[in-house]
């Protein structure tokens, strides 16, 4: 098997890396793909590009597409590659509204009873302003409908925050909906399906804000770790049966079935298990704690996706436990510098896998490109021994400004 996968993240190269390494495939290219990957493999194509993305994979003889992100989806690539007679792994345009669309998601959710937070619809500003003149219970939630790069959630501690929220993000037009607020503790879990039946992989939690101690701005992810603990078997199976399978049989009735990765972001107070959000792919950094603690070949889970098998397809995983520390650009993620050299990846030891992120290639060494420029990733028996193995050896690897969280998994290890 041939795959292209489509992408240039931490998730993307976790991918590539696994079916290189689990016997999936011997040819994996990426578009556009990043530093850590071998230039001869990595396809300089948008991922938006749908025509040229068809034309590579015509002249490589691709077997499978894998979609990464989320706006490759929700703009309806794996339709057009259908239309094309070329295999693709990922939800159709439609099935993809369950995370372009926040709103269609509510609807499933309330239509067929899938627990989430009570909201309250509004469509641009001004009678959501007069709803904010009027509400005292704080904090509260304030969701754009659309995709917005992780920039569409607030949640206002009082009404001064909820109104600088609103002025800076919401237009006449803008759909836009507040939800009750739920405390708790957050978890992943994700699971892949054929349209019909699913698989859950083992959850994760990840790490959102900057700083340590689950301080300061919103990231698109500091750190993760897996198996996460919040999520007891019983816990774990009142998601696969009522919130995960429950939306892939919704998904049916609506006419719309989904194949590819179901990520439920979950929000978990003693008995009471909420949906925060969907996505319709994996998760990052979640996917470089899940994606390594797997058993089996990785490719064989998604020809049994799109071919509808997977009935027939069992997924284990190592009884092991995995953590993922992101090392970010000084200034991440708000404003950061690019260009600077990469030192010590050739001194990581063979226990510890780095993924790259925000990393380009040059003339033979490695230089920063992104905000999150590296996923340093390790196993062990215990999720203790994970940690330490991480921390022990991440400081080897540097770069001018670089930061990363030093408490990454502290909630499991309190």
């Not at 050299?341 to 993924?355: H, Y």
């Amino acid at each position: 098997m041939k795959y292209l996968i489509i992408g240039s993240g931490g998730r993307e190269h976790t991918i590539a890396w696994r079916l290189l390494n689990d016997g999936s495939s011997k040819e994996v290219y990426v578009a556009p793909g990043n530093g850590g990957i071998d230039p001869a493999f990595c396809a300089d194509i948008p991922v938006n590009d749908f025509g040229s993305i068809e034309q590579f994979c015509r002249s490589k003889k691709i077997d499978m597409v894998v979609v990464g992100p989320e706006a490759p989806l929700v703009d309806g690539i794996v339709d057009f590659l259908d239309e094309k007679k070329i295999p693709a792994f990922g939800p159709s345009k439609k099935a993809a509204q369950l995370e372009g669309s926040k709103l269609f998601a509510k609807y499933i959710m309330e239509k067929y009873g899938i627990p989430t937070a009570r909201h309250r619809e509004f469509t641009g500003k001004n009678s959501l302003l007069d709803y904010i003149h009027h509400e005292d219970r704080y904090p509260l939630v304030i969701k754009l409908d659309g995709l917005a790069a992780g920039k569409g959630v607030g949640i206002p501690e009082n009404r001064n925050e909820a109104l600088d929220f609103i002025n800076a993000t919401v237009r006449e037009g803008t759909r836009v909906f507040v939800e009750d607020f739920i405390s708790g503790e957050e978890a992943s879990v994700l699971c892949v399906s054929d349209g019909k039946n699913i698989v859950p992989f083992v959850a994760a939690q990840d790490h959102k804000r900057i700083y340590d101690g689950d301080k300061g701005p919103n990231t698109g992810g500091m750190g993760a770790y897996a198996p996460a603990p919040v999520m007891t078997a019983e816990r774990f199976d009142f998601v696969r049966d009522s919130i995960l399978q429950k939306t892939i049989n919704a998904m049916n009735s609506e006419g719309i079935p989904f194949k590819g990765i179901l990520y439920a972001g979950v929000i978990v107070n003693g008995k009471d298990i909420n949906v925060l959000e969907f996505n319709v792919r994996f998760g990052d950094p979640e996917a470089q704690v899940i994606i390594p603690l797997m058993e089996g070949r990785l490719g064989d889970i998604f020809q049994a996706s799109v071919n509808g098998t997977l009935d027939k397809t069992p997924l284990s995983f190592k009884k092991m436990h995995a953590i993922t520390v992101v090392m970010a650009s000084g200034g991440y993620p708000g404003h950061y510098e690019k260009d600077k050299l990469i030192s010590g990846l050739d001194r990581v030891p063979d226990n510890v896998i780095v993924f790259h992120a925000g990393t380009k290639y040059d003339r033979g060494a490695h230089y920063t490109s992104g905000g999150r420029v590296l996923n340093v990733t390790a196993m062990g028996n215990t999720l203790r021994e994970a940690k330490d193995t991480v921390y022990r050896m991440i400081d080897t690897i540097s770069f001018e400004d670089s930061y990363y969280r030093r408490d990454i998994a502290h909630r499991a290890l309190v």
